[in-house]
């Protein structure tokens, strides 16, 4: 059985359409927003931010359709090359590609994802001046895709004086920061540490509007850097036509007020997340995989104890058992030699509207059918794929278990 690989591998949440989205949607007539956002967007964005303890006004935000385009619009506007943390969501990469300059890959720490390593951050970026390259921006996510895990705040509090140290501007991918698993995790921003120097970007399709739609949202620094920024940020836009419809601008502006309709199905959607990537990553962690728990959004990042895989042959053996794409993590930056994938949990919630409708309104869903079902295939998938000399159970973090 042969699958392509879309371009976009984005981790699929598994959700259904709700019943308000299609209301807007349908409230407002055809036609396109200007480039960046319309007033009533941004006022909402503003308010979205302001919430999150990140006060806003209507000149510090924009909006665009979809995280490539404004993430694009974003380097295209900063200048110099991009640093990456390794691994990274696969589509960054050839989105910072796009620019047309070198881009700099920073291997994460072990016990997460997301976030260089601040030792390895600063040295990357000294090599490469010392190379005659330009590194000026990194993009990192303290909740992320591919491995679902939250960084440290200690952690992401040194990886900031090191960028602080580097002289290097933050674009903090913080799509997946809505999804946290547990209200005893501590996810804080580099906007609350380095407020002068960071864009936080949001791509809504994880959290508040459906996946298929692409919508995202930044906000830039209350300064004159930052005000300037995002006015190139802006003409970037408009030169791209990275324009909303207004229908969809009309919705989003809708959800980002998050009124008390989208408050519970967000809530539910966590409550469904953390389910189902807590029994996805014991049934793979039961087969001799590695991984580390998940701890934000509905994506896990194990590596499977089989050696006569890579990265590619394990994307190639589990895509097929399984019959959806399971991501190698080559396409994150990551070792290739390593068999190493990202699964995406929320595909475990069903296929049809339907299904998706009867696992978000269950009490159990672990107890409805398709969702036990998917998870026995996940099981055997990655059973079928393990070593011989592997122990059943087996979960700890060993040398392959780090994404380094």
Known sequence: MSISLPHDVRPEPGLPVPAYWHAHLSAVAPGTEEAGGGPRLLDAACGYFTRRGMRSIAGQVLAAPGAESLLLALLAAAGGDPVLARPAPAWQAPVAGLVGRPVHAVRSAPEGGGVPDPFALLETVRRARAAGADPRLLVLSAADDPTGTVTAPELLHETCEATAEAGLQIVSDETYSDTLHHRDTVLLSPAEMLPDHTVVLVDLGATLVPATVPVAIARFPATAHGTAWRQRTAAALAALRAVLPTPVAAATAYVLT?????????????????????????????????????????????????????????EERLSAALGRIVPGGHRFGDDPAEPRVRVATGALHGRTEGELRTTLAAADPLAVPHVAAALDALTAAFAALTGPDVVSGSADLGSRGAAG
């Open 258 to 314: 998050e009124p008390a309709e989208v408050v519970e199905r967000s809530a539910a959607a966590n409550r469904l997340h953390a389910r189902t990537a807590a029994a996805a990553y014991r049934a793979i962690t039961g087969t001799g995989a590695v991984c580390r728990p998940p701890r934000a959004g509905f994506q896990l990042y194990p590596t499977l104890r089989s050696p006569d895989l890579d990265a590619a042959g394990a």
